[in-house]
């Protein structure tokens, strides 16, 4: 990435006219972390949005309300009953890494590392948008392909909004790497309501292995209004992803990654199903 | 071409002005400013040998814009110790011999001294959370950990 000239604006209103007369021109950054990996082609202007009161994260009725600037340590360091995206941040790259990187940066450019979108799309998060208006869109609408999509003419993710993980409900996530660093071959993250012995309400989501984050339909049908048990919960991920396609990664075939997204989702798939009979109403 | 920029942030202590090229890279204005304590490896944020504190917090400096500095409270190894002063934290990686050849251990006191400053009492789990990303090729971590728990053991108060 070519910086040529940067800004440090203090209000919101200050960054996005910034952002609106910079245009393509414009490179938003918070904890600068992918810059790196972004190619030096055209110049640009960086826009710090690190003082504009976007960080911190605070209990919102039945949802905690995130900054997008704020850091994912914090969310690693944050331990509260409802919380569980401390799981998620725990295994995102090194604990520099996460010192820096934030949540905004890690899903509004969906890159291969991005781990979030998996889990805000399990968990049916909202994502607010700062532009001329406020609007909030669903985990669904945002990830329905890139959001960059969202953010040329110059708006700003200012919060997102994750619903606390209640009564009967659990919450899983798993991602598979070779390193303890590395990027993900296969992320998978899983959200169960349930109802006395029965499932609900199904949602489950993967990334890594696909092109890009998805909701897994066919796996969230298979499970709705069934009785659950871990025969139930893995049968449903190894046959619901059928119709999905797989990248390869490092050396694995397509068919082998489909393979370790099914096993992986089913593993979150427990871990939630565990959560939610631990913490039955 | 792009013009030098002055930012100002206080480097070990002193509050100082730099004037910095825009996109120029934290670790570029360290060395350059004669700090070479601070380590180049991997150029890309992944060996964590360049790790410096920025408010209190380890970060990587190869791959931070200096311009984040600005504002901002930056301490580097060589505001932490030297030969005539060493830090207690350095002092328990020499007992403990995990040190061979050194280029990551100036990162890994960074991660260490932000690691206790957050929390003198970091358990077991927390020093391996909080070195996963400083790499070192010599030791294979077991002498670094032990040296790390043996800070946290003198950081508790004694038992009455």
Redesign the interface.
């Known amino acids: 990435?070519?910086?040529?000239?940067?800004k440090?604006p203090t209000r919101l209103d200050e960054a996005l006219a910034a952002l609106r007369d910079l245009g393509p021109a414009a490179l938003p950054?918070a904890g600068?972390?992918s810059?790196?990996f972004i190619p030096e082609d055209q110049?640009m202007t960086?826009v710090?949005l690190?003082r504009l009161g976007l960080d911190g994260i605070r209990r919102d009725g039945d949802a905690f309300r995130i900054g997008a600037a704020t850091?994912v340590?914090a969310l690693q360091k944050r331990h509260e009953p409802g919380w569980v995206l401390d799981r998620v941040a725990?295994t995102l790259?090194?604990?520099?890494?996460r010192?820096?990187s934030t949540l905004g940066g890690n899903i509004c450019r969906v890159f291969p590392w991005s781990d979030f979108p998996a889990a805000l799309l399990a968990l049916g998060a909202g994502l607010v948008i700062r532009g001329a208006q406020e609007k909030e869109m669903t985990a669904d609408e945002f990830f329905s392909s890139q959001p960059a999509r969202l953010f040329r003419g110059g708006d700003l993710l200012t919060h997102i909004r994750v619903p606390a993980v209640g009564a009967g409900a659990g919450f899983g996530y798993k991602k598979v790497r070779q390193t303890?660093?590395g990027f993900s071959l296969a992320t998978a993250a899983a959200c169960l309501q349930l109802d006395g012995g029965g499932i609900r309400s199904a949602r489950a989501a993967l990334s890594a292995a696909v092109p890009f984050p998805a909701r897994c339909a066919a796996v969230e049908a298979a499970l709705a209004g069934k009785k659950a048990s871990e025969g139930l919960l893995r049968e449903a991920a190894l046959n619901g992803l059928s119709g999905l396609k797989f990248k390869e990664a490092e050396g694995m075939s397509a068919e082998y990654i489909g393979r370790l997204a099914a096993v992986t989702l089913g593993d979150a798939l427990v871990e939630a199903w565990a959560q939610a009979k631990e913490q039955a109403s | 071409m792009s013009t030098t920029r002055t930012i100002t942030f206080t480097l070990n202590g002193k509050k100082r002005d730099f004037q910095i090229a825009p996109g120029e890279l934290l670790v570029k204005l360290l060395r350059r400013s004669g700090l070479t304590g601070t380590k180049e490896g991997c150029d890309e944020g992944t060996c964590g040998a360049c790790t410096v504190n920025v408010d209190g917090r380890a970060v990587l400096s190869c791959i931070m814009p200096a311009f984040l500095a600005h504002g901002r409270n930056v301490v580097t190894i060589e505001g932490v110790g030297d030969f005539d002063r060493v830090h207690p934290i350095q002092q328990a990686l020499v007992d403990a011999g995990a040190v061979q050849c050194g280029y990551c251990t100036p990162g890994l006191v960074m991660s260490a001294k932000a690691m206790f400053e957050e929390n003198p009492a970091a358990s077991d789990e927390d020093i391996r959370v909080h070195t996963d990303g400083n790499l070192c090729r010599c030791t294979g971590y077991e002498k670094i950990w032990t040296a790390l728990r043996n800070v946290r053991d003198a950081n508790k108060p004694a038992q009455a």
């Open positions: 990435m070519k910086i040529t000239d940067f440090i950054v600068a972390t810059l790196v110049p960086a710090d690190n850091r340590a725990l790259s090194s604990q520099q890494i010192n820096e303890a660093t």
